[in-house]
């Protein structure tokens, strides 16, 4: 085992409590000079809010959301409109599926190296330099991946990919390949190694500790988690539209920049829609997942 | 009784879903919906556009070395610095308001009554409505709605946040376990301190972790609130983009990922001393 030093220098199991105190100092003092920096800088915002203009403006912003006094037809009593906009909440729908399908099968092909007692030889794998090196590689790779935000990782692809759907898709899949990634892997490392164990002994190779000690108690919550961060991922595919030319977020960037009002809000209704059927849908399949 | 007889009825449709058992089901549903968004692209237009290919080349070899120039790394400091700063005023904010409402959606303040169903109804509806929203589909209506401004983003960032941890919050005060409270109940005490003296330090280690797992999350959301204009690491990723400057893309990309996982390391060791 490898000594882990937390930040600060102290070791957190030694002096828990020394830790905990600093990290609250140190969080607190962030706040103090982050709010202090943000509001004392240029364009704070803070004069603004007090005064009455803004607010008139504001209130005129929800008036014309509702349609009051609209020159024309407000969108959301126009039936066309709403077929015409539920075409792009269904490609929206598909964008965020593919997403999280993308993410699950790349994360499905590589997430055993990535669990420390796989890659040191406890569950299949083997302790050997090779093992390790993947088992670092793979680390890396999903905290890169994680880390990097689905709408930068957007920005990058439109440059290289025809804007679409699947640039999008494969945005929004590329972040949380990392998330689930990790996740699957620490799945790995608190699983109950016995099973694995005992077909070693009953004279299993490698792959077959993986496939039949691991991969079943893996599974479930793996698809857990799939379908937990599909919540989080049609959330995010509307904001992602707003690079990728695809669904509900391109039309939203576009009627507000027309001043299109009545669209905005008729967007926002599916974008609701769409959030709501997703968490009901996820919610659902979880219980599929959990029933023998 | 009579809807006691609907309920237990079974729809034919469920029948042929128990032949099937529910892991089955799953998987024929998962394959069958990424089939199906697989088939709704068009696949007709080329993967990449014209001259993508020598981009994304350009890209990855701008990686050896990035832009290290000192005068670059001040820059892209500041913006790491910004960065951080709005995720922390963000995160801070969305504790201020999602710690009273969570506490209020857990219902353990009030007594028993029926009086109490409405407020604990109210404060969850309101959690759910402002989590549903993206805080980058905040940032655009409020900067439509307010102009842009620090407090603007701050606000739109604190908003989904507060109703993720206002939701958690209420969850982890409830899941406590219960014999302490039924201790303190029966020395006289009122829900308010049963709340203050047993749900509250109970729940705290979990809470702690969870906000610091949503403050790394903030990080990245702080990153992408350039979309709307705001300064920082997401910003100076657009402008070095726009410019074909990828080793400066590269330097930025890194120093995001790097604060991040700095994030990251502090709230899992500090989750490993909050429970020992």
Redesign the interface.
Known sequence: MTTRIGISGVSPTSHPIRFTRISAITFLVLAVFSWGYLLVGNNSGLGNFSSSEMWDNASRFVQELAGVQAPVRPAFLNLDRWFETGKLAYQTLAMSVLAIGLAGIAVLATFLPGARNVGNGDLGGACSPGWRLLYYLVRAVFAFTRAVPELVWALLLVFFLSPGIFAGALALALHNYGVLGKLSAEVVENLDPSPAQALKRAGAGNLQMLLYGVMPQALPHFVTYLLYRWEVVIRTTVVVGFVSAGGLGRELRLSLSFFHYTDVSQIIIWYLILVITVDLLAAWLRRLARLE | MVLEAVWTRTPVWMGAARLLD??R??TL??VG??V???S???WG?????TG??G??RD?LSALFPPELSPSFLVLALAAS?QT???A??GI?LAIVLGLPLGVIASGSVFGSGRSSIAPIAAARFFLAAIR???E??WA??FV?????????A?LALALPYAGILGRIYADLFNNVPQEPLQALRSSGASPFRVFLYGRLPMALPDAIGYTFYRFECAI??A??MS?VGIRGL?YE??LS?NDLLFGQ?WTL?LL??AL???V???SS??R???I?
């Open positions: 529910h892991r089901m799953l549903l998962m919906a990424v199906l968004s697989v709704g692209i068009d237009s080329p993967l990449f556009h993508g290919g981009a994304a890209f610095w951080l700063a709005f922390v005023a801070t549903s929203i993206h980058l589909v655009v209506l439509a709605a307010f102009g842009l401004s620090s407090l603007t701050i990245r959301a990153a992408i979309f997401g990723i657009q983009l893309v990309m995001l990922v991040v996982l700095v990251d390391r502090w060791t500090l490993r001393s909050l020992t």
